[in-house]
């Protein structure tokens, strides 16, 4: 085992220097800045600044996906300890290598190697697991295909959420460590609580308030009715004094006394009418007022009188 240890680490360092040699071109406009993060990237990966380093790799990765930033990528990741990463990125560039590239007998060593620490995880639902039940790991929903699958992750803690319809989602934590294959059957929690159905926001205020409503209304309008009367009345006494100062004892007017014996016929009538009403509408507000109950004194006196609770009865005043 000692004696493969220095092959491994020449190995690493020999697919990290070939890699700067076959960097493959992307669009036009594209490579400048593709080459330019993979550049950045080595030298992060110089200066030990691996989680810098592996941003660069994956930017001009996505940019273009080259041999040269797997293989680099690849090596990055190793040092970051995500070896299901880091094989998987270094098996992709041995796909893309031409036959009889002389990287290939590295990249297959140390892919041979990276396989031999691979943690595996299998998911599965239990038998008890309710109909339509959802596996998710880390936020990935794992199809009917892959669940019972023997799947290759990072080394670290990885969360597995089961749920269904109905029911209350549940979390499963799993340690992976290197080298180890680790299984965990899931199913949903429990069933949910029924939910208190939702209040009516669009059904009005509550029904013991509708009198109170009308009868605030109503008086407003009774009051509003009295000052038309008042009005009309100081109109009416007005226009009567222009009628006496414009006819004589005998009945005969002059055309102003007619015309204000006209106007104080109107305001009387104006007068009587508003008095009327409002004294009508203002006593109707009363009634209303004094036979309604306001809904909070209501909901006060229906939770009054006798309860039982499981340390006997008991009195709500």
Known sequence: M??????LLLASTTISVLAVTTHARAAPGESAAAEELFERGQRAMDASEIDIACALFTESLR???????LFNLAS???????VASAWEHLREGLRQLRRGDPRAAIATSKLQALEARLPYVTVTLTPEAPKGTRAERDGVELSSVTLGLELPVNPGEHVVVASAPGFLPKRFVIIAKEGQRQS????????EPHAPAPQDMTAGPPRSSTPRTIAWITGGTGLAALGVGVVGGIMAITNANDVRANCSSDGTCLPAGIEA??????????????L????????TSAVLFLTSKDPAARASSTARGPTVTANGAAWTF
């Open 76 to 82: 990055c990741e190793e040092k970051q300890g995500k």
């Open 2 to 7: 000692k004696s493969l240890l220095p092959l």
């Open 276 to 283: 009327i009403s409002g004294v009508a509408l203002i006593g």
């Open 261 to 274: 014996h006209k106007r104080t016929s109107d305001w009387a009538t104006v007068s009587t009418i508003g």
């Open 184 to 191: 965990v059957a899931v199913a949903a929690g429990a069933p």
């Open 63 to 69: 940019i273009d996906a080259a041999v040269g930033t």
